[in-house]
């Protein structure tokens, strides 16, 4: 069977820090002077495997894949089809310009807890405006989750975006037991925040944390699915030196970048559509785990994934950031 090649990426670089003595039990010795660094490498990817029609393929073996760091093979340390229970942080854009949105918003309550959180996801939710609020504390209660996502309402004209999704990106971290989406739902431009884009998003990355987005399009009909292959490019950029010198395409780039999608609509209804439709992708995505066959440098890693099956697309990330640590 032949094997067809795909460019897709890679996961988180898990750094542990271990200092002797900085974690001990009463019955521990005194702390030495020496500093003890562990380095775990782990590389995990999403992996979303859809055939022409756009359909999920679901039916693929571990063997089905495999994994190139930097173009040199690896050994696949784990793979699953659909991981962990989720963590979803919900964030909504809150100032005056999608108010037309807001009725939809609250109707795709049910929706994204039957679909994106499913029995067993926790979520919470956040909306921004000149001020980002956390409506919703990360909780596994549907009924909970819902009632903040009906509260949402308008409030003023600014959209502080990167601020936004730096606090999710922060609270995302806490779940340690769970795979961590970061959903957005607003405009893909920011108008006065005080974080740096290429920083949250590398920190994203860097957490394994996975950005969906659904924006407004300005375009004749709907486009349910914007093409990765459109922000591949600026999205290795942002990763590899953290900037991004676009403009009004943030959204598009950063789910790029981490693996994820964004969705452009331009009828309210159509988000219902597409929430639904990440939902069933979030549970249906392959989970692969490796750990690279060398020392990691500082800077990025490309990945790459080739599939024995032909006619299939594949996405997820486009590679990782590893930072230079002082010594």
Same mark, same amino acid.
């Not at 607003?186 to 394994?208: I, K, L, T």
């Given at each position: 069977?032949?094997?067809?090649?795909?460019?897709?990426?890679?996961?988180?670089?898990?750094?542990?820090?271990?200092?002797? +003595?900085?974690?001990?039990?009463?019955?521990?010795?005194?702390?030495?002077?020496?500093?003890?660094? =562990?380095?775990?490498?782990?590389?995990?990817?999403?992996?979303?495997?859809?055939?022409?029609?756009?359909?999920?393929?679901?039916?693929?073996?571990?063997?089905?894949?495999?994994?190139?760091?930097? +173009?040199?093979?690896?050994?696949?340390?784990?793979?699953?089809?659909?991981?962990?229970?989720?963590?979803?942080?919900?964030?909504?854009?809150?100032?005056?310009?999608?108010?037309?949105?807001?009725?939809?918003?609250?109707?795709?309550?049910?929706?994204?807890?039957?679909?994106? $959180?499913?029995?067993?996801?926790?979520?919470?939710?956040?909306?921004?405006?000149?001020?980002?609020?956390?409506?919703?504390?990360?909780?596994?209660?549907?009924?909970?989750? !819902?009632?903040?996502?009906?509260?949402?309402?308008?409030?003023?004209?600014? #959209?502080?975006?990167?601020?936004? $999704?730096?606090?999710?990106?922060? #609270?995302?971290?806490?779940?340690? $037991?769970?795979?961590?989406?970061?959903?957005?739902?607003?405009?893909?431009?920011?108008? +006065?925040?005080?974080?740096?884009?290429?920083?949250?998003?590398?920190?994203?990355?860097?957490?394994?944390?996975?950005?969906?987005?659904?924006?407004?399009?300005?375009?004749?009909?709907?486009?349910?699915?914007?093409?990765?292959?459109?922000?591949?490019?600026?999205?290795?950029?942002?990763?590899? !030196?953290?900037?991004?010198?676009?403009?009004?395409?943030?959204?598009?780039?950063?789910?790029?970048?981490?693996?994820?999608?964004?969705?452009?609509? $331009?009828?309210?209804?159509?988000?219902?559509?597409?929430?639904?439709?990440?939902?069933?992708?979030?549970?249906?995505?392959?989970?692969?785990?490796?750990?690279?066959?060398?020392?990691?440098?500082?800077?990025?890693?490309?990945?790459?994934?080739? =599939?024995?099956?032909?006619? =299939?697309?594949?996405?997820?990330?486009?590679?990782?950031? =590893?930072?230079?640590?002082?010594?």
């Amino acid at each position: 069977m032949s094997i067809n090649s795909f460019f897709v990426s890679a996961g988180v670089l898990s750094v542990l820090w271990l200092s002797i +003595g900085a974690a001990r039990s009463q019955n521990q010795a005194p702390p030495s002077s020496n500093t003890v660094r =562990v380095v775990t490498n782990e590389v995990i990817l999403p992996v979303t495997v859809t055939d022409p029609t756009g359909e999920l393929v679901l039916d693929l073996s571990q063997n089905d894949f495999h994994v190139f760091d930097d +173009g040199v093979e690896q050994t696949i340390a784990h793979w699953d089809l659909g991981g962990d229970p989720l963590a979803v942080a919900l964030v909504v854009q809150t100032s005056s310009r999608p108010h037309a949105m807001i009725p939809e918003i609250h109707s795709l309550a049910p929706i994204f807890t039957e679909t994106v $959180m499913a029995l067993d996801g926790e979520a919470a939710v956040l909306t921004y405006d000149s001020t980002v609020d956390v409506l919703q504390q990360f909780t596994n209660d549907h009924d909970t989750v !819902e009632r903040a996502i009906t509260s949402v309402d308008v409030e003023d004209p600014h #959209m502080h975006l990167y601020d936004a $999704m730096a606090r999710a990106v922060e #609270m995302l971290k806490g779940e340690t $037991m769970r795979r961590r989406i970061l959903f957005i739902i607003g405009e893909s431009r920011d108008d +006065g925040s005080h974080a740096d884009f290429g920083a949250v998003v590398r920190d994203a990355q860097h957490s394994n944390i996975s950005i969906y987005a659904v924006g407004s399009s300005s375009a004749a009909r709907d486009i349910l699915q914007d093409a990765p292959q459109l922000w591949a490019a600026p999205a290795i950029f942002l990763l590899q !030196e953290g900037k991004y010198r676009g403009k009004h395409h943030d959204l598009e780039v950063a789910a790029t970048a981490t693996g994820g999608i964004h969705y452009s609509v $331009m009828r309210a209804a159509t988000l219902r559509d597409v929430t639904d439709r990440i939902g069933g992708e979030l549970h249906a995505q392959y989970i692969i785990g490796y750990q690279p066959n060398s020392e990691r440098a500082p800077g990025f890693h490309s990945v790459t994934v080739t =599939v024995s099956r032909p006619n =299939v697309s594949v996405r997820t990330r486009p590679g990782y950031y =590893v930072a230079q640590f002082a010594r």
